[in-house]
């Protein structure tokens, strides 16, 4: 069964730092894109950050440019999102999400489950 | 920054047709997806490239373009329809990934 399964978030005060994990299984990891998007209670969908399938190319929202960092392991078929100088703004729930294949384009067809990020003091 | 606009609410009576739109101007270059939300759950894609449907997505949602307008139509709707729908697409060079502001679907 393919799987996302997302990890490390909870409460944390501004300023603070943070680091996401997804743990994937059920297809091969390196082959395919990922991204993580997040979503502010009660708001909508907003994509934070990708990375290519071999971890050479990476891009982020203008939102967390120069403050967030994505990252992957693929022996460990993992993807990570390391949070620093966190902002109330900041909290939502991650989701960490699959690109497509050729067939189904740039579209993310399978979604972790989410972990929730607050920043509060 | 690249922005796709959709209309926050569309409301239907069971059986009837719902139709959301999401406008951009990257829209004739690049391709749009759609993605169904329902309360406490992750999104589940429901159209890709524009108009095509993946395998386990009842035929009633369909999805066309024309210009800078995206329409995702679901024919028929159910009460089980009611959620949250999202459009996706990329900015005209096709780097950056951008997401609708979402539309709230009300089964009335």
């Known amino acids: 069964e393919v799987q996302l399964l997302e990890s490390g978030g909870g409460l944390v005060q501004p300023g603070g730092s943070l680091r996401l994990s997804c743990a994937a299984s059920?297809?091969?990891?390196?082959?395919?894109?990922m991204s993580w998007v997040r979503q502010a209670p009660g708001k909508g969908l907003e994509w934070v950050s990708a990375i290519s399938g071999s971890g050479g190319s990476t891009y982020y929202a203008d939102s967390v440019k120069g403050r967030f960092t994505i990252s992957r392991d693929n022996s460990k078929n993992t993807l990570y999102l390391q949070m620093n100088s966190l902002r109330a703004e900041d909290t939502a729930v991650y989701y960490c999400?699959?690109?497509?294949?050729?067939?189904?384009?740039?579209?993310?067809?399978?979604w972790g489950q989410g972990t929730m990020v607050t920043v509060s003091s | 920054s690249y922005e796709l606009t959709q209309p926050p609410s569309v409301s239907v009576s069971p059986g009837q047709t719902a139709r959301i739109t999401c406008s951009g101007d990257a829209l004739p270059k690049q391709y749009a997806y759609w993605y169904q939300q329902k309360p406490g759950q992750a999104p589940v894609l429901v159209i890709y490239?524009?108009?095509e449907r993946p395998s386990g997505i009842p035929e009633r949602f369909s999805g066309s373009s024309s210009g800078t307008t995206v329409t995702l139509t679901i024919s028929g709707v159910q009460a089980e329809d009611e959620a949250d729908y999202y459009c996706?697409?990329?900015?005209?060079?096709?780097?950056?990934?951008?997401f609708g502001g979402g539309t709230k679907l009300t089964v009335l």
């Open positions: 999400a699959k690109y497509g294949t050729t067939v189904t384009g740039d579209a993310f067809d399978i």
């Open positions: 996706q697409s990329a900015d005209s060079s096709g780097t950056y990934t951008v």
């Open positions: 059920g297809f091969t990891f390196s082959s395919y894109a």
């Open positions: 490239k524009d108009s």
